[in-house]
């Protein structure tokens, strides 16, 4: 997690995943900072996580192919979704 906001009265953070940054919701973590992991499920983070913990996660993601549809959209003059 890079960085806090808020959205419509709801916390939110900047959540970097395989070199891709999404803004999550933290209504049910909210007492997690910036250098925390968390698990996310559909822009929702639903636990905190620590180091060891999403290094594993990552390597069960790896090993199953997960991690070859979390890529960098292709360069363009637009800034994309977040």
Known sequence: MTALS??????????RFGGVTRDVCL???????????VLV??????????????????RVLEQIGATAEVALPPESSEEPEP
């Open 27 to 37: 209504a049910c973590q909210p007492d997690v900072a910036p250098g925390d992991f």
């Open 6 to 15: 808020e959205r419509d009265g709801l916390p939110y953070a900047s959540v």
């Open 41 to 58: 499920h559909v822009g929702l983070a639903i636990a905190k996580i620590d180091r060891e913990q999403a290094a594993s996660a990552w």
